[in-house]
């Protein structure tokens, strides 16, 4: 359907279509992390941002450009490709080596046939530097109140520039210079209203889900992210014959400092616990997790570790809990925990008889005079 039949101009559909191409790479790229996540693949979401938005982006730039390759009118598509850099410099926060730019540029150069003309070579390099200023400009000031303006004020000038170079080469009249020029600075603005509305809805959406799998007072995963990742690894562990082994530990005499300082001196005490707790595991294996089980209660999970692997990590959590001292307004508290540690064997039929002995395990602690391991 054209123009003459619909009476829609030019512009408009091209709105639409700028605004449907990155709609699909949202659609796609979420997609893709979620089988990521689904299948425990670790690839960190920034990584597949990044490759994928570059291959993404590249398709698109050269998928459109096979239109008008090697005519009198190849600069037609320019603010669609120009579009697609300033979504992965600025929105995508891609980060890219300034030398790995170029190759890019000088295969759509060859592509297009356009080595041979002196203002190709200054549109790509101008191209280039708007690449890293606008990158850099996302990195100072996308916090900033006033980050849309000085988005605004590098896109304007940098998409001025490059169309004079495009001016130079096809000697199209000023009005369609003005005109491109234009256009360009209004998809600039329309995408940065649009993906800002996209990534406030995610945004929104990563909260309600770290919400829904984290404690909100200790920050640590909760009781939902627990089940589910030990059902998970539970399963992979009887599938590869992998060993697995988990943590559990309470807080000794928890319900006193409740009671004798109030709720929100326990409050402290859970997060101070936690927090050194989810440090010695960082500094140990950065893939551990600690889960708050119950109101005193935590687990570790250590995929891939049998109980004499665990030994050294449990020990060093066990020992900095036990040195810490919770300073209050009446008096210093001394913390200590018993902890209770297993592996996986043979008779276990579910995720519940691994839990249950390692529970057992914990009760030996508490009932043995708390503050100290038993394992097996």
């Excluded at 926060?93 to 759509?108: D, T």
């Excluded at 603005?189 to 984290?214: C, G, I, P, Q, W």
């Excluded at 049998?306 to 036990?322: G, K, P, S």
């Amino acid at each position: 359907m054209t123009w003459s039949h619909w009476q829609v101009p030019p512009f408009v559909t091209s709105v639409f279509f700028v605004l449907g191409v990155f709609t699909l790479y949202w659609v796609s790229y979420n997609w893709i992390a979620s089988w990521a996540r689904t299948h425990r693949l670790r690839i960190a979401e920034e990584t597949i941002n990044t490759w994928y938005g570059i291959l993404y982006m590249v398709v698109f730039a050269f998928s459109i450009q096979t239109l008008v390759v090697g005519t009198h009118i190849s600069w037609q598509f320019m603010n669609f490709q120009l579009i697609a850099v300033i979504f992965c410099a600025y929105f995508l926060k891609i980060h890219m080596p300034v030398y790995s730019l170029f190759p890019i540029l000088l295969v759509y150069m060859v592509f297009n046939g356009s080595l041979v003309y002196w203002q190709s070579w200054g549109h790509a390099l101008t191209l280039m530097t708007f690449f890293i200023v606008l990158n850099q400009v996302r990195n100072r000031f996308y916090s900033k109140r006033y980050a849309a303006l000085m988005y605004m004020a590098v896109g304007i000038p940098f998409g001025g520039l490059l169309w004079l170079w495009m001016k130079l080469k096809f000697d199209f009249s000023w009005m369609t210079f003005w005109q491109e020029w234009l256009y360009l600075v209004i998809f600039e603005a329309l995408l940065y209203v649009y993906v800002s509305m996209l990534m406030h809805d995610t945004e929104l959406k990563l909260r309600l889900a770290k919400f829904a799998s984290h404690d909100a007072l200790t920050q640590t995963r909760n009781f939902a992210a627990y089940t589910e990742s030990v059902s998970y690894l539970f399963k992979e562990s009887q599938t590869s014959n992998r060993p697995m082994a988990m943590m559990m530990f309470d807080i000794d005499h928890f319900k006193h400092f409740n009671d004798t300082y109030g709720h929100a001196v326990g409050d402290e005490v859970l997060q101070q616990v936690a927090t050194t707790v989810q440090t010695v595991l960082a500094e140990n294996d950065p893939r551990l997790r600690l889960y708050r089980t119950g109101g005193e209660e935590f687990n570790v999970l250590f995929p891939g570790y049998d109980l004499e692997a665990t030994q050294r990590i449990v020990n060093q959590a066990f020992q900095a809990v036990n040195h810490m001292n919770i300073h209050t307004a009446k008096t210093v508290i001394h913390v200590s925990i018993s902890v209770g540690v297993s592996e996986i064997i043979d008779k276990d039929q579910s995720p519940l008889d691994f839990y249950n002995r390692v529970d057992h395990n914990l009760y030996q602690s508490k009932r043995n005079g708390r503050m100290q391991i038993t394992a097996g």
